[in-house]
């Protein structure tokens, strides 16, 4: 059904949070912090979880989708389309720490730096931390299974979600608990087991999952909802909001570290980088962070970095301890261990200060990539790639090798310690055939994945940039199962269309589509255009997206 915004105004009866359908507010929305534009028919703002729902209903009626947003930080077009974009960035509720249980009950729009402090305060962390972590929101990085630099020890974000409350396709809501029996009298959740129990009755588990590989944020977590303790939790975080909308989470936390230390290790070699990072966390690493000999070149544009300039990569190493003497003594293990496999040169850092200043080389390029434009634009489509540990070398190598041969500038960095890489192509959007340049790259880093057995999304999920993608890295068998599982949550289609799955969209859905840095893309309203690059150049993506634009 295709509906026009003008005639979704008012939006639904009942419906108490802001509801607009003006040009301002609906471009305010079209972009994210990826690479693609989209103008969305309308954008809803629910005042709680009950307008949600009604919200729910109505759109489901109608037959509109519904894209669930937080801070829109995501990479891969998750909350980027073209139907109703639903703001859960108001549910920022953040109760107070349960400190014996070591829990935190918070609302979908909460801040990840906001939580972390409110735990911090009473001695406890949640140690999930990507690197979006100022201004992302807790329900974003629920719905992305996001995970960040020290998932090497800690893990993603799946098994530090005690439960989530949802509001369901047909609008009924519940929390859907580790420690609670499920809501089996709502529809959705009565239909998703099933579904499951299909699943593990078929023998389709051995096609949902990657030998070897440690980080997942693609398709759905069906492996781990079906594994030995897994839960209906461990299918929703990851699900991108095709299964049900968050309004509420309640996250497990942890004991703040009583010391770190950060070591700085130069590699001439990125064989012997990846290998002593792949076997840094049972060394004692909490992160192990890889900058590739392209991330240094474009840092070293704005000053001396203090790397040898001979050097094929760095690693910064984190370690932590019970107190800062036995955080000092696994700093001189893992110099050691650095050194005994090949480091050229270490440097220890035992303070906050000198840390701060070895961490500070892992975001050296950002501003720089930011001045390359307009003629260069960093453009993150082949950014989240994940694989065996053993494969990593060649992974990092066959990247190298397709930027050069499209003839494409790119930085390389990432979680090492994961085989985990960010892969940021810097495109001429000026030059004839840029467009070929880029589906060539993408087609090339894609191929070059699911020979390594990796996956796509390490952890920024699949969104509507790699849903057409799926069929390149998952099996047929796997892909059913997503198929059965998201018809389950949704048979009228109406939670997040064309995200996580194809379900939805065009048949011929281009991965690439509309790019925000296309100089041949329909300008966006001009104040718009002015508050979207503020909100990128100040990197406050938190910001409450119509607070920057006029009342209709």
């Known amino acids: ?153 800690f893990g993603a974000m799946r098994p530090w979600v005690r439960g989530v409350h949802c509001v369901f396709d047909d609008g009924s809501q519940g929390w859907v608990h580790r420690d609670r029996p499920l809501p089996m009298d709502v529809p959705a959740i009565a239909r998703l087991v099933q579904a499951l129990d299909l699943i593990r009755t078929h023998g389709a588990l051995g096609a949902l999952s990657r030998p070897g590989v440690r980080k997942e944020s693609s398709g759905y977590g069906i492996a781990a909802a079906l594994a030995d303790g897994g839960h209906l939790v461990d299918l929703l975080v990851g699900s991108e909001g095709t299964l049900a909308l968050f309004t509420e989470l309640e996250l497990a936390l942890t004991p703040i570290a009583g010391a770190t230390a950060t070591i700085m290790a130069t590699f001439s070699s990125l064989e012997e980088a990846t290998s002593c990072a792949i076997e840094a966390r049972g060394a004692g690493a909490s992160a192990c962070e890889l900058l590739d000999r392209t991330f240094l070149d474009v840092a070293e544009r704005g ?14 190493t984190e370690l932590e301890g019970g107190s800062r003497d036995e955080c000092a003594h696994n700093a001189l293990i893992m110099n050691a261990f650095c050194r005994a496999h090949g480091a050229t040169s270490v440097v220890n850092a035992g303070d906050q200060e000198s840390e701060r200043e070895l961490w500070a080389l892992r975001h050296a390029a950002s501003p720089i990539l930011s001045r390359l434009a307009p003629r260069l634009r960093s453009m993150q489509f082949i950014e989240d790639g994940c694989v ?40 001429d959007t000026m030059a004839a055939g840029w467009r070929d340049r880029v589906h060539g790259l993408l ?73 925000r840095h296309d100089p041949e893309a329909p300008p966006l309203p001009a104040a718009v255009r002015a508050a979207l690059d503020e909100v990128e150049r100040t990197r406050s993506w938190h910001r409450f997206r119509l607070e920057l634009v006029p009342e209709a």
């Open 1 to 153: 059904m295709s509906i026009s915004s003008s005639l979704l105004s008012p939006g639904p009866d009942g419906f108490r949070g802001p509801f607009r359908t003006d040009l301002p507010a609906r471009a305010m929305y079209a972009e994210g912090a990826g690479i693609a534009r989209c103008i969305p028919m309308a954008v809803a703002v629910p005042a709680d979880a009950e307008d949600a729902a009604v919200l729910v209903r109505w759109a489901r009626a109608i037959g509109v989708g519904l894209m669930p947003r937080g801070s829109g930080s995501g990479m891969a077009a998750g909350a980027v389309g073209p139907g109703i974009v639903v703001d859960l960035s108001r549910f920022t509720s953040i109760d107070e720490v349960d400190v014996g249980g070591r829990s935190l009950r918070v609302g979908a729009g909460a801040l990840r730096a906001e939580v972390d402090a409110k735990a911090r305060a009473v001695g406890l962390r949640f140690p999930v931390d990507p690197s979006s972590g100022a201004f992302c929101t807790i329900g974003g990085m629920a719905g992305t299974n996001a995970a960040g630099a020290r998932t090497l020890r």
């Open 388 to 427: 065996p540990p053993e494969q990593f070398p060649a992974y990092v190598r066959g990247v190298r090798q397709a930027l050069a041969r499209f003839e494409t500038v790119g930085v390389i960095f990432g979680h090492a310690g994961d085989a985990h890489a960010h892969v940021n192509p810097l495109v």
């Open 443 to 515: 087609d090339t880093v894609c191929e070059l994945t699911a020979t390594l057995g990796g996956t796509l999304a390490g952890e920024h999920g699949d969104g509507r940039l790699r849903a057409p993608l799926l069929p390149r890295v998952w099996s047929s068998e796997a892909r059913a199962a997503f198929a059965n599982v998201k018809a389950a949550a949704d048979p009228a289609g109406v939670l997040n269309p064309g995200c996580k799955t194809t379900v939805g969209a065009p048949a011929d859905t281009d991965p690439i589509g509309m790019l």
């Open 303 to 316: 000053g001396p970095t203090g790397v040898p300039l001979d050097a094929e990569a760095v690693l910064l």
